[in-house]
């Protein structure tokens, strides 16, 4: 099966392709030439991942691609921290504003939490899948803490400050295979998998 994902990130196609059996092969934007950005307009995780896979579900009806795609997914995700009303959430690519910075993202949030001791969090992965009239989402969620300083430098985002349940590491210290076994994607697509598989 030809199973395209709405991503153009290096680091999530890397994480998902390890978690698909061999018979699924997974296509990014870029293998089909696909470089717009598509607007996450959306006032919630689960819009922004429905949104995105309903877009290039679209767009594929009206450009016809060389490779038979049979199926689309998109995903999003985002931190939700308790202390902080569950910010920033559907916000958090850009919760230090644009554009987009990591590290920035980091610091605000080490300063929104910093006479915090409450500091539990989740990290949550929705999946939009389609397939011809068929409609699925999958969630993904890691309970955890945000860390009181950033450590480590595998993976991306706000991995140098979170801490998943039953660990002393933040993500980012956690190497690739362990990170991608535990983590909210890696959660959301195993239930994709499973749901392709019966
Ligand atoms: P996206 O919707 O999956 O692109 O995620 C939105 C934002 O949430 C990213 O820009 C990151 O800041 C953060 N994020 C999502 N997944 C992860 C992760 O696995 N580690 C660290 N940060 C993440």
Redesign the pocket.
Same mark, same amino acid.
């Given at each position: 099966m030809n199973l395209l994902f709405a991503s153009s990130?290096k680091n999530?196609i890397k994480e998902i392709q390890a978690l698909l059996p061999a018979n699924i092969i997974l296509l990014g934007l870029s293998d089909i030439n696909f470089t717009q950005d598509i607007a996450?307009t959306a006032s919630t995780?689960e819009g922004?991942a429905k949104l995105k896979a309903e877009f290039i579900w679209d767009y594929l009806s009206k450009h016809p691609t060389e490779i038979k795609i049979d199926a689309v997914f998109a995903?999003?995700?985002?931190?939700e921290v308790e202390a902080l009303n569950w910010a920033p959430g559907v916000y #958090?690519?850009r919760?230090a504003g644009e554009p987009?910075n990591?590290e920035a993202?980091n610091k605000k949030l080490l300063a929104e939490l910093k006479l915090q001791t409450k500091r539990n969090a989740q990290?949550k992965?929705v999946i939009a899948f389609i397939k011809q009239n068929d409609h699925q989402e999958f969630t993904g969620i890691i309970k955890g803490t945000i860390a009181y300083e950033p450590r480590g430098t595998n993976?991306?985002?706000?991995?140098p400050l979170?801490i998943p349940q039953g660990y002393r590491s933040t993500?980012a210290e956690l190497d690739f295979e362990t990170?991608n076994s535990i #983590?909210?994607?890696g959660i959301a697509v195993k239930k994709l998998v499973e749901y392709l598989s019966l």
């Open positions: 990130n999530k996450e995780i922004n995903d999003d995700s985002g931190l #958090s690519a919760y987009k990591d993202n990290f992965t993976g991306f985002g706000y991995d979170f993500f990170k #983590s909210h994607r």
